[in-house]
C-alpha cells in the first residue's frame, strides 16, 4: 500500500515538473518575439533625441529680399530744332514782267496746313521748306511719286481713260523735293530769261510740287511735257472727266492774272473729288476764286 501511494506521489511531481517546464517554454517564445523592454528604452530615447534636436536647433535665417535699384531712364535726346523757312522782308516792292509778279520781290505767307489736300499755294502762300509728304510711286509714271491719296486717283483715271477712249495717260513729273524746285527755277532764269520764269516756273516753296498732289501728264507716247495737251482727245476726257477722280486743271488759259502763272495744258492738281465736283459744278476756274484769294495784279498793288 505504502509502495503505491509512493508511487502515484513520485508520478504527481513528475507530472507538475513537465508542467512547469512546458509553460517556461512558451513564455520564452512570446518573449523573443516582443521588442524588450531595453530595446523599447532606447527606441524612445532615440525619437525623443530626435525630436528634440529639431525643436532646440537653431533656423537657418531666411535671406532678407533686397530691392533692385530703380534706374533712371536715360533721356531721349532731343533733336535740334531745324529753324523754318521765313520769307525774306522785300525791300522796293513787286515787280512784274508782262503781268507776272516775281515771285522774289513778294513775300508770301507760310500754310500751316500743307498735308491739307485742298491747301492753297501758289506765289502768295508758301509751303514749309521742312514739309516732305507721304510718298509713293506712282504707276504709269516715269518713277515718280505722289501722295497715296493722289497716286490712288491717278491710277484710277488712268484706267477709266483707257478703257473709255484707249488714251494711255502718263505721268511726267510728280512730287519735288525743295532742293530740286531751286534748281528748276534758277535754271529756267538762265534758259529762258526771267520774264518767261515768271510766268511759267514756280519760285521754291510756291510751287504745288512739294506737295506730292501736282501731275505733270502727256500721254505715253509722246512723254513731254506740252502746252497742247489739253486741246488733244485724252487733255479733252480729263478736262471732262478729271473731277470724278478728285483732279483739276490748275493754270487755265486766260486766267494768268488770277493764278500768276500763264497757261499750262499739262499741269493738273489733285484737291479731292468733293472740291473737285464742286468746282466742276459752280464753274469756278481756279483754287485761287475758290478761295477768294486771286493774286494781285500790278493795277491792285498799292505800297
Not at 512547469?20 to 516582443?34: E, H, I, K, N
Not at 491710277?155 to 494711255?168: L, V
Request: aromatic share 10%; with cysteine.
Amino acid at each position: 500500500m505504502k509502495r503505491r501511494i509512493h508511487t502515484a506521489v513520485i508520478a504527481t511531481v513528475l507530472t507538475i515538473l513537465i508542467s512547469g517546464a512546458g509553460c517556461q517554454t512558451r513564455d520564452t517564445s512570446v518573449t523573443s518575439s516582443q521588442p524588450s523592454s531595453s530595446a523599447s528604452s532606447v527606441s524612445d530615447s532615440s525619437s525623443e533625441n530626435a525630436t528634440d534636436t529639431t525643436s532646440t536647433s537653431e533656423a537657418t535665417p531666411t535671406p532678407e529680399y533686397t530691392p533692385t535699384p530703380t534706374l533712371s531712364p536715360t533721356p531721349s535726346p532731343i533733336p535740334t530744332p531745324v529753324p523754318e523757312y521765313v520769307e525774306p522782308i522785300i525791300e522796293g516792292g513787286p515787280v512784274w514782267y508782262d503781268g507776272y509778279v516775281d515771285p522774289r520781290t513778294v513775300r508770301a505767307e507760310i500754310v500751316s496746313n500743307p498735308e491739307d489736300i485742298a491747301v492753297l499755294v501758289n506765289k502768295y502762300y508758301a509751303s514749309p521748306q521742312s514739309y516732305v509728304p507721304e510718298l509713293v510711286y506712282a504707276k504709269y509714271s516715269a518713277g515718280q511719286q505722289l501722295r497715296p491719296e493722289a497716286a490712288a486717283a491717278w491710277e484710277d483715271m488712268h484706267d477709266a481713260c483707257m478703257a473709255e477712249i484707249g488714251e494711255d495717260l502718263y505721268l511726267i513729273s510728280g512730287y519735288r523735293d525743295w532742293g530740286t524746285q531751286t534748281y528748276s527755277f534758277n535754271n529756267a532764269i538762265t534758259r529762258r530769261g526771267l520774264d518767261k520764269t515768271c510766268c511759267k516756273n514756280a519760285y521754291p516753296g510756291r510751287s504745288e510740287h512739294p506737295l506730292g498732289l501736282a501731275l505733270d501728264i502727256n500721254i505715253r507716247s509722246d512723254p513731254e511735257i506740252r502746252d497742247n495737251f489739253i486741246n488733244t482727245k485724252a487733255g479733252q476726257w480729263v478736262l471732262e472727266h478729271g473731277h470724278e477722280y478728285g483732279f483739276i486743271w490748275r493754270y487755265p488759259a486766260g486766267y494768268g492774272m488770277i493764278t500768276g502763272y500763264g497757261v499750262e495744258g499739262w499741269h493738273f492738281r489733285y484737291v479731292g473729288v468733293d472740291v473737285a465736283t464742286e468746282m466742276y459744278e459752280k464753274g469756278i476756274m481756279t483754287l485761287e476764286e475758290y478761295y477768294g484769294k486771286p493774286q494781285i495784279v500790278p493795277t491792285d498793288y498799292n505800297e
